[in-house]
């Protein structure tokens, strides 16, 4: 079964910083693109950014570069999310997606439809003074 | 980035009614639009990929259309397990952005 384990709920001051976990298990981990993705309450989604395990390349969104870093540790098939200088605004439920690159047609041409097939639990973080 | 824009934002449906959803884009994606529902405290689950096509394990009651800059999710007959949150995202861009999300309630 596949599987996405995230880490637990975190409390953290404003100006202290973030790691989050996320165990893949029942695929091979290496062979798929980690997505990041939260959800302020009561709000809709907002992609992070990306890594590929295999060799740990990095997309990050502009929302959030220079504050956030991805990595991935494929010895155990965990990535990790950290986020910097929290502020009250990153309160919020931090997924980790899966993405699935489906070989489909489109426009009469071959092509890749990148979904997230697979989701972490959602780990809460509260920033908080 | 592309804008995502879900209307309605909410709305209040019976089981057996037929129900859309719209998604439209800031500029045109082609068919690379990707339906999710959430449940509360839950994360996501794809239902639709490329517009159109059902992602395995889901229901056939639901499906999807469109392409360019307009997209439609359809629930042919509404369950009570279909009560959730339903998103578009684009993937046309490497930069993923969601729609902001359209609360059914049954």
């Known amino acids: 079964e596949v599987q996405l384990v995230q880490s637990g709920t975190e409390v953290k001051k404003p100006g202290e910083s973030l790691r989050i976990s996320c165990k893949g298990s029942g695929y091979i981990f290496t062979n798929f693109w980690m997505a990041w993705v939260r959800q302020m309450p009561g709000k809709g989604l907002e992609w992070m950014g990306i890594i590929y395990p295999g060799d740990s390349d990095t997309r990050y969104s502009p929302s959030f570069e220079g504050r956030v870093t991805m990595s991935a540790d494929k010895s155990i098939n965990t990535a990790y999310l950290q986020l910097n200088s929290l502020e009250a605004s990153d309160t919020a439920l931090y997924f980790c997606a899966r993405r699935s690159d489906i070989d489909v047609v489109v426009d009469g041409s071959n092509s890749h439809a990148k979904t997230f097939d697979m989701w972490g639990q959602g780990t809460m973080v509260t920033v908080s003074s | 980035d592309i804008q995502m824009t879900q209307s309605p934002s909410s709305l209040s449906a019976s089981v057996g009614d037929r129900v859309t959803i719209s998604c439209r884009a800031s500029?045109?994606?082609?068919?690379?639009l990707n339906w999710y529902q959430q449940k509360p405290g839950k994360a996501p689950s794809l239902l639709i990929y490329t517009a159109s096509n059902l992602q395995g394990g889901a229901p056939s009651r639901f499906s999807g259309s469109g392409s360019g800059t307009d997209f439609t999710l359809t629930i042919s007959s509404l369950q009570p397990e279909d009560s959730a949150t339903y998103f578009c995202q684009q993937s046309y861009s490497n930069r993923v952005t969601f729609g902001q999300g359209t609360n059914l309630e049954i």
């Open positions: 500029q045109t994606i082609s068919t690379y």
